[in-house]
């Protein structure tokens, strides 16, 4: 059997409500997701939310709730907006999953008996926003005590602890990111975990004693699991490492992780750590997307500019809001949620250049061809010849994790067969009976073409995708291989209604 492509997102943390820059990556993951099964691939992909640990342990407190009904209620956001921003995931979980429990102190009791750890005790800095261990030299102003990832007031910690032998394998990641070139993306963030590793690994704390909401860490009951040593496994625990092979064999290796740049470390060398003392293969890549601001500022709930995905989905529907965050900047680059470019995106691309396109061109159609797909005979034509130009430039830039640049490739497309229109100009051919055969052709090009870009779009827009192809008159189309003679002839378009509505300035 084919392996699968296996996709994922990072867990969430359930301590607040999600905001677009939970959104923005699990919409990448989506896209690519969407994408391979258009190719008509086999996909897994793979999301949830990350329920244990301090920062859940406080915000449930200070909610007045239990942390498990705390994090039950939270889940719901979570799952309601994946469900308005149309994630069509395979399977949702949860660190509170029974099944991912299991493995995980199974995991723990293998490393222990394969002697990758070990009890001693912790003496040092915690970050809980961050849920991380930070060193002194980390940070950036020594008497003031803020972590050097977020800038929030650290704690200083000293506890028993179980170390995993973290340091045991820095050489072979190295040699890991050597050999695999591709294993750190985009390529500018590798150097930073290369001298990251090659500046010393230490011994990473993997329990706690002085948090209770957490996995029973299995060798000592005292103890809980680290938060981030729990939910890393997840990428296993979720494609049935404990309880279903089948499923695991053809999953595994993960084929892209996709991560935020803060917490790339953790991906890529503490969960590759882990993996490598588990004898399992490597994912065949991380990917670490950059951050978005508003407006300029960084998002924070105390200055309330967060940006709420459910009112830009209310307002502008959610294919708009997946397209903006994807064209707007490179993936892997930070970028500014400003609604002034929002708007003017979803104006010149959508509404003019899109949108315009199919509502002039199924306009001619039902004008001149009575609502039908002209029967023609299929020529070659500068439309079909750019069109696959366009589709092999689009799957490669794609499939590289470079979203912007293969909108960019479909919008040269788009542009290229309103050219195409104002070039051969249907309605002046209409004028002359001569040209009858010849307007046809002209139309069935165009409409074709329409059919490769409503595809294509589909992965960032799935929504409008539908429409486009329901307007086309096809119900039954999902597949990109199968080119240009796949738009049937003489069946009749559909209604005929405006995309993206234009929104006023
Ligand atoms: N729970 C950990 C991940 C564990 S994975 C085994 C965690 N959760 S998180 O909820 O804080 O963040 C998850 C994702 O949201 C990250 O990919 C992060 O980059 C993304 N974002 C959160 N705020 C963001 C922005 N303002 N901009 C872009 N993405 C950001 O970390």
């Given at each position: 059997?084919?392996?699968?492509?296996?996709?994922?997102?990072?867990?969430?943390?359930?301590?607040?409500?999600?905001?677009?820059?939970?959104?923005?990556?699990?919409?990448?993951?989506?896209?690519?997701?969407?994408?391979?099964?258009?190719?008509?691939?086999?996909?897994?992909?793979?999301?949830?939310?990350?329920?244990?640990?301090?920062?859940?342990?406080?915000?449930?407190?200070?909610?007045?709730?239990?942390?498990?009904?705390?994090?039950?209620?939270?889940?719901?956001?979570?799952?309601?907006?994946?469900?308005?921003?149309?994630?069509?995931?395979n399977k949702f979980i949860r660190t509170t999953d029974d099944e991912h429990k299991k493995t995980v102190q199974k995991i723990i009791e293998n490393m222990y008996e394969k002697g990758d750890i070990y009890k001693g005790e912790y003496e040092g800095l915690y970050c809980i926003p961050c849920e991380s261990f930070c060193l002194e030299t980390d940070l950036?102003?020594?008497?003031?005590?803020?972590?050097?990832?977020?800038?929030?007031?650290?704690?200083?910690?000293?506890?028993?602890?179980?170390?995993?032998?973290?340091?045991?394998?820095?050489?072979?990641?190295?040699?890991?990111?050597?050999?695999?070139?591709?294993?750190?993306?985009?390529?500018?963030?590798?150097?930073?975990?290369?001298?990251?590793?090659?500046?010393?690994?230490?011994?990473?704390?993997?329990?706690?004693?002085?948090?209770?909401?957490?996995?029973?860490?299995?060798?000592?009951?005292?103890?809980?699991?680290?938060?981030?040593?729990?939910?890393?496994?997840?990428?296993?625990?979720?494609?049935?490492?404990?309880?279903?092979?089948?499923?695991?064999?053809?999953?595994?290796?993960?084929?892209?992780?996709?991560?935020?740049?803060?917490?790339?470390?953790?991906?890529?060398?503490?969960?590759?750590?882990?993996?490598?003392?588990?004898?399992?293969?490597?994912?065949?890549?991380?990917?670490?997307?950059?951050?978005?601001?508003?407006?300029?500022?960084?998002?924070?709930?105390?200055?309330?500019?967060?940006?709420?995905?459910?009112?830009?989905?209310?307002?502008?529907?959610?294919?708009?809001?997946?397209?903006?965050?994807?064209?707007?900047?490179?993936?892997?680059?930070?970028?500014?949620?400003?609604?002034?470019?929002?708007?003017?995106?979803?104006?010149?691309?959508?509404?003019?250049?899109?949108g315009n396109l199919f509502s002039r061109s199924l306009k001619m159609v039902s004008k001149y061809c009575n609502h039908k797909v002209p029967v023609v005979e299929i020529k070659e034509n500068i439309l079909k010849e750019k069109s696959q130009e366009v589709i092999n430039e689009f799957e490669r830039e794609i499939e590289a994790v470079h979203f912007s640049?293969?909108?960019?490739?479909?919008?040269?497309?788009?542009?290229?067969?309103?050219?195409?229109?104002?070039?051969?100009?249907?309605?002046?051919?209409?004028?002359?009976?001569?040209?009858?055969?010849?307007?046809?052709?002209?139309?069935?090009?165009?409409?074709?073409?329409?059919?490769?870009?409503?595809?294509?779009?589909?992965?960032?827009?799935?929504?409008?995708?539908?429409?486009?192809?329901?307007?086309?008159?096809?119900?039954?189309?999902?597949?990109?291989?199968?080119?240009?003679?796949?738009?049937?002839?003489?069946?009749?378009?559909?209604?005929?209604?405006?995309?993206?509505?234009?929104?006023?300035?």
């Open positions: 059997m084919e392996k699968k492509i296996y996709i994922t997102t990072p867990l969430y943390y359930i301590n607040a409500s999600p905001h677009i820059g939970h959104a923005y990556t699990t919409i990448a993951a989506d896209v690519y997701a969407r994408y391979f099964k258009l190719r008509g691939k086999d996909v897994f992909f793979l999301t949830g939310t990350d329920e244990h640990g301090q920062k859940i342990e406080e915000a449930a407190k200070e909610a007045g709730k239990a942390p498990k009904d705390f994090a039950d209620e939270v889940v719901e956001k979570y799952q309601d907006l994946w469900e308005h921003l149309k994630i069509e995931y950036l102003d020594k008497d003031s005590k803020l972590c050097p990832d977020c800038g929030r007031e650290i704690q200083v910690v000293k506890e028993e602890s179980y170390f995993f032998k973290l340091s045991k394998y820095a050489d072979k990641l190295l040699n890991h990111f050597n050999q695999n070139p591709d294993f750190l993306a985009p390529k500018f963030r590798a150097s930073e975990m290369i001298n990251f590793i090659k500046g010393g690994l230490k011994d990473l704390s993997i329990s706690r004693t002085a948090v209770d909401w957490g996995i029973k860490f299995p060798l000592n009951n005292e103890h809980s699991v680290y938060v981030w040593f729990d939910a890393l496994i997840n990428y296993v625990s979720g494609v049935g490492y404990l309880g279903d092979k089948a499923l695991f064999n053809n999953t595994w290796p993960c084929d892209l992780h996709f991560v935020g740049k803060e917490i790339y470390k953790f991906h890529t060398i503490i969960w590759s750590a882990m993996l490598l003392s588990l004898d399992l293969q490597l994912p065949k890549k991380v990917f670490g997307h950059g951050w978005w601001t508003f407006e300029g500022e960084k998002m924070s709930k105390s200055k309330g500019n967060v940006v709420d995905p459910y009112k830009v989905i209310d307002d502008y529907g959610a294919d708009a809001l997946r397209f903006f965050v994807l064209r707007e900047v490179p993936f892997g680059n930070d970028g500014d949620f400003c609604m002034h470019n929002f708007t003017e995106k979803y104006n010149n691309e959508l509404a003019n250049e899109l640049k293969a909108l960019n490739k479909l919008w040269e497309l788009v542009r290229f067969t309103n050219k195409y229109i104002e070039d051969e100009a249907p309605w002046k051919l209409a004028k002359d009976d001569l040209n009858a055969v010849y307007l046809e052709e002209v139309l069935f090009n165009i409409l074709a073409t329409m059919r490769v870009i409503a595809l294509l779009v589909s992965p960032f827009m799935p929504e409008s995708s539908d429409r486009m192809l329901r307007q086309l008159g096809i119900t039954e189309d999902k597949h990109i291989d199968i080119l240009w003679k796949e738009l049937p002839q003489n069946i009749s378009i559909g209604e005929i209604s405006v995309l993206f509505p234009k929104i006023d300035i």
